[in-house]
């Protein structure tokens, strides 16, 4: 096995990959890549890299630094779609500059490559029910435009320089930790305000159903698809991959099976409402299960519980670190 490094590594799915990445390699192997913010928590004796994506100098001094030749990136550095849509010069230069970079980099380096790709790639042009691999791909959005051209990028560099980049489309990715600029992240926070005993104001219409995953199965689905055998990746450009859609009404319902009190109202944000409606209602990914043999394992029941266990974990923690003051 060779070193791996992960950009992005302070994200919520870089947080993520980095746990399971240490437990599989140990922490001597795994380079944790970060930029502005910096990682804490890391097991000890474990490597960490600050790397800008954008800066292709640096990125090589990385990759030289570490043996990180013939080795493996997954790069997750990127704006999400509201940030991206708030600055969008930025959101192109991170998002498309920086994955040029690493391809890059990868190409002269021999490495292989993980990205993910998201939903946001459809439109208006795909059927919002039970998406399909290969529906049109015309985003109305600056976070989807990046990720269509992320994905140009990864098959152009397959086809011409036989770079290994393999890709899925995320759904939104529910996970404990601050939520980041996104659209699907409101579900996180309604988890949170939900343990905290606080009444929730959901940013989407009541009716909003947009395809998730739990970040369980996320993490899996990157380290599968990498492990795969080369020949049964025959999607060069990114997988369309899938777990469960709810609304935020469904979903605030389900969090009323563990707390009852639980109470939302809608105050509609309507940016992110524009977004959500221009994104599918669900994602057929039978291409990834029929190809390298991916299958989800949480549904809306199994991922509430989790998070809304893992949620009470961390705020007990928070309040004894208080003084025993009551969070929130
Ligand atoms: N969670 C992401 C967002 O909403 C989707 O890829 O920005």
């Not at 959500?276 to 989800?296: C, F, L, M, V």
Request: glycine share 8%; charged share 30%.
């Amino acid at each position: 096995m060779k070193n791996i490094l992960v950009t992005g590594g302070a994200g919520a799915i870089g947080r993520n990959l980095l746990k399971a990445l240490y437990a599989q390699h140990g922490s001597q192997m795994v380079i944790a890549g970060y930029n502005r913010t910096p990682l804490t928590g890391l097991p000890d004796g474990s490597l960490s890299a600050q790397v800008d994506v954008y800066d292709k100098e640096r990125l090589i001094s990385v990759v030289e630094e570490h043996d990180l030749d013939d080795g493996e990136i997954y790069h997750l550095a990127a704006l999400l779609s509201i940030a991206a849509e708030k600055d969008p010069e930025r959101a192109r230069r991170v998002n498309m500059g920086g994955l040029k970079n690493v391809l890059d980099v990868a190409r002269e380096y021999d490495m292989r490559v993980f990205w993910p790709s998201s939903i946001a790639v459809f439109g208006s042009s795909a059927p919002k029910h039970n998406t399909p691999q290969n529906a049109p791909l015309d985003p109305e959005f600056e976070y989807g435009r990046n990720k269509v051209e992320g994905e140009k990028l990864l098959n152009q560099f397959f086809d011409e320089f036989e770079v290994d980049g393999r890709s899925v489309r995320y759904p939104g990715l529910l996970t404990p930790g601050k939520p980041g600029p996104g659209t699907t992240e409101y579900a996180i926070e309604m988890i949170y305000a939900a343990v905290r005993g606080e009444h929730y104001a959901s940013p989407l219409r009541h009716d909003t159903e947009l395809p998730m995953m739990d970040m369980r199965d996320a993490t899996r689905a990157a380290l599968e698809i990498m492990k795969a055998p080369k020949e049964d990746i025959k999607v060069r450009t990114s997988y369309n991959l899938s777990a469960m859609s709810f609304t935020p009404e469904e979903l605030a319902e389900e969090i009323r099976k563990h707390i009852p009190r639980f109470k939302t109202d809608y105050k509609i944000d309507d940016l992110k409402q524009r977004v959500a409606d221009s994104w599918p209602n669900s994602i057929d990914d039978s291409s990834a299960r029929d190809q390298w043999g991916w299958n989800h394992r949480y549904g809306l029941p199994e991922m509430t519980e989790h998070m809304i266990a893992e949620i009470q974990k961390e705020l007990e923690i928070l309040r004894n670190a208080n003084g025993g003051v009551k969070y929130g």
